[in-house]
């Protein structure tokens, strides 16, 4: 998975919660997204950082944040869980041509 | 804009046979070409991408796929269906790195 790690892998939470994903990558590649992906729907961009501090918004990033502190870490917030967002979260690291994007393993999440 | 379109959802194919996943897209400039794979539970991996060099691409596992612009098709071939290559199959396009667009997936099944 091209060096890199989302944690947690599943999380089972309730509505309302706050939660927190991690991608964590060693690659040092500038470009990081975040993606969710539902059954019929392949995978959609919630959100995307091109670098350290600088994000920006995809096509499903309402009820998402973002944060981007370091080139290895890219959080992704979901600020009050709801039903709705229960799907399994890509991270996705680029280079700095963009021209390819390589998976994280993913993280599935509940929100009961 | 851009858009995929992965003309079916379900391939099935028996072992030995050759395999065709149709991918036809949408985009306003020069695009990008991808397939990715991804296995149950697992994240997704690249299998080939076209960036405008040949048009004939040649990835892992014996795939392959041609970039016809006339027809704006990238479909994905194999001349021999291995048990092994059951998996969803997604097409996606980008321009000038950015803004992956990801085709909803085409599920392949290999009949023994």
């Known amino acids: 998975d091209a060096g890199i790690t989302q944690s947690p892998r599943h999380k089972v939470t309730e509505t309302g919660t706050p939660v927190t994903l991690r991608c964590h990558q060693t690659e040092n590649h500038r470009y990081m997204y975040w993606y969710r992906q539902d059954p019929g729907h392949g995978l959609r961009l919630i959100h995307y950082?091109?670098?350290?501090?600088?994000?920006d918004k995809g096509e499903v990033s309402d009820g998402y944040s973002v944060s981007r502190s370091k080139t290895e870490d890219f959080l992704l917030t979901l600020e009050s869980a709801t039903s709705s967002q229960t799907s399994v979260y890509f991270c996705a690291i680029g280079s700095v041509s963009a021209d390819t994007q390589y998976f994280g393993p993913g993280t599935r999440l509940t929100v009961l | 804009a851009q858009s995929v379109t992965q003309l079916d959802s379900h391939v099935s194919v028996s072992e030995g046979t050759p395999v065709l996943l149709r991918c036809n897209y949408s985009s306003s400039y020069s695009p990008s070409l991808f397939w990715y794979v991804q296995h149950p539970n697992k994240g997704l991996q690249l299998l080939l991408k076209y960036t405008s060099a040949a048009t004939l691409v040649k990835g892992i596992n014996g795939f392959e796929a041609e970039f016809k612009k006339s027809e704006t098709s990238f479909h994905l071939t194999k001349p021999s269906a291995h048990m092994s290559d059951a998996a969803e199959y997604f097409c996606v396009v980008s321009a000038h790195g950015q803004n992956f667009v990801f085709g909803p997936g085409t599920r392949l099944s290999v009949l023994p």
């Open positions: 950082s091109y670098g350290v501090k600088d994000t």
